[in-house]
C-alpha cells in the first residue's frame, strides 16, 4: 500500500511542525499548508523538517476557493488526500466590551471557517475511497471560556461541535473526525505572554508545567492512525489536568 498523503494547516507552527514530525514519522507523506508570508520562517520550517517525507505548500485558509484548489493539487499529485489536521489559529484577544468587528471576523475566518473549507473539499474523497482521518485542533480554552478572548473561545467551542456533526455525517464511509484540545504549551504564542501571568498559568496546572508540542502531536498521530477507526467524535483534552469534565 502506498503512503497515506497527510495535510496540515498551520504546518508550520510550534504545534503544526510537531505534528507534521509525528505523522512523516507514522510513515505519512505530509503537506505542511500555511500562508508561506515569511520566508524566514518558511526557510527555518524546511530546516528543521530536513530528512523527512514533509513539503510546504502556500495556503490561506480562510479563503474558500484557494482550499478547493488545495485539495484539488494535493489529490492530483498524490493521489489521495487521506489525512487532514486543522491546525491553523490566531488569535486577537481583548474583551468583547472592545472588540471590534475585524477581531472578531478575523478569529473566525482562520480558526473556525477554515475547517469548513478543507472538510467540505476533502470529504468526498476521503468518503469515495472508504478512509479517512480528520482532526480539529481545538482548545481547552473552547471548553472553559477564558478572559478576553469570546472570539478564540467561541471558534474553538465551534470547531468541536462541527467535529461531532460531520463525524455522525461520514461514519459509515470509512472516515473519522475527532478534535483535540491542548492546554498551554511552549510555543511562540505562549512565550510572548508575560512571564508573571505565564507563571501564573503554570501554577494552575496540576501536573506543575507547560506541555510540549511533541505531546499534542502523538496525540494526532494517534488518532489518525489506519487502526483508529472506531474512535470517531470524540475530542481528547491534552491539557496537563488543567480541566477535567466529562
Given at each position: 500500500?502506498?503512503?497515506?498523503?497527510?495535510?496540515?494547516?498551520?504546518?508550520?507552527?510550534?504545534?503544526?511542525?510537531?505534528?507534521?514530525?509525528?505523522?512523516?514519522?507514522?510513515?505519512?507523506?505530509?503537506?505542511?499548508?500555511?500562508?508561506?508570508?515569511?520566508?524566514?520562517?518558511?526557510?527555518?520550517?524546511?530546516?528543521?523538517?530536513?530528512?523527512?517525507?514533509?513539503?510546504?505548500?502556500?495556503?490561506?485558509?480562510?479563503?474558500?476557493?484557494?482550499?478547493?484548489?488545495?485539495?484539488?493539487?494535493?489529490?492530483?499529485?498524490?493521489?489521495?488526500?487521506?489525512?487532514?489536521?486543522?491546525?491553523?489559529?490566531?488569535?486577537?484577544?481583548?474583551?468583547?466590551?472592545?472588540?471590534?468587528?475585524?477581531?472578531?471576523?478575523?478569529?473566525m475566518n482562520?480558526?473556525?471557517?477554515?475547517?469548513?473549507?478543507?472538510?467540505?473539499?476533502?470529504?468526498?474523497?476521503m468518503s469515495?475511497?472508504?478512509?479517512?482521518?480528520?482532526?480539529?485542533?481545538?482548545?481547552?480554552?473552547?471548553?472553559?471560556?477564558?478572559?478576553?478572548?469570546?472570539?478564540?473561545?467561541?471558534?474553538?467551542?465551534?470547531?468541536?461541535?462541527?467535529?461531532?456533526?460531520?463525524?455522525?455525517?461520514?461514519?459509515?464511509?470509512?472516515?473519522?473526525?475527532?478534535?483535540?484540545?491542548?492546554?498551554?504549551?511552549?510555543?511562540?504564542?505562549?512565550?510572548?505572554?508575560?512571564?508573571?501571568?505565564?507563571?501564573?498559568?503554570?501554577?494552575?496546572?496540576?501536573?506543575?508545567?507547560?506541555?510540549?508540542?511533541?505531546?499534542?502531536a502523538r496525540?494526532?498521530?494517534?488518532?489518525?492512525?489506519?487502526?483508529?477507526?472506531?474512535?470517531?467524535?470524540?475530542?481528547?483534552?491534552?491539557?496537563?489536568?488543567?480541566?477535567?469534565?466529562?
Amino acid at each position: 500500500m502506498s503512503k497515506r498523503t497527510a495535510v496540515v494547516t498551520g504546518g508550520i507552527g510550534g504545534l503544526g511542525t510537531a505534528i507534521c514530525v509525528a505523522l512523516a514519522r507514522a510513515g505519512r507523506s505530509v503537506v505542511a499548508a500555511d500562508l508561506g508570508s515569511n520566508p524566514e520562517r518558511v526557510a527555518r520550517f524546511e530546516h528543521e523538517v530536513d530528512g523527512h517525507d514533509i513539503r510546504f505548500a502556500p495556503l490561506d485558509v480562510s479563503d474558500f476557493d484557494a482550499c478547493g484548489a488545495f485539495v484539488d493539487e494535493v489529490q492530483a499529485r498524490h493521489g489521495s488526500l487521506d489525512i487532514l489536521v486543522n491546525a491553523a489559529g490566531i488569535t486577537r484577544d481583548t474583551t468583547l466590551r472592545k472588540m471590534d468587528r475585524v477581531q472578531w471576523d478575523s478569529v473566525m475566518n482562520v480558526n473556525l471557517d477554515s475547517v469548513f473549507n478543507l472538510c467540505r473539499h476533502a470529504v468526498d474523497g476521503m468518503s469515495g475511497r472508504g478512509f479517512g482521518r480528520i482532526v480539529n485542533i481545538s482548545s481547552v480554552n473552547g471548553q472553559t471560556g477564558q478572559f478576553g478572548q469570546t472570539n478564540y473561545s467561541a471558534a474553538k467551542a465551534g470547531m468541536h461541535g462541527f467535529t461531532m456533526a460531520l463525524a455522525r455525517e461520514v461514519a459509515r464511509k470509512g472516515v473519522t473526525v475527532n478534535s483535540v484540545s491542548p492546554g498551554y504549551c511552549e510555543t511562540a504564542l505562549v512565550a510572548a505572554i508575560p512571564e508573571d501571568i505565564r507563571q501564573g498559568i503554570v501554577d494552575k496546572v496540576p501536573v506543575g508545567r507547560l506541555g510540549q508540542p511533541e505531546e499534542i502531536a502523538r496525540t494526532v498521530a494517534f488518532l489518525s492512525a489506519d487502526d483508529a477507526g472506531y474512535i470517531t467524535g470524540a475530542n481528547i483534552p491534552v491539557n496537563g489536568g488543567l480541566y477535567m469534565g466529562f
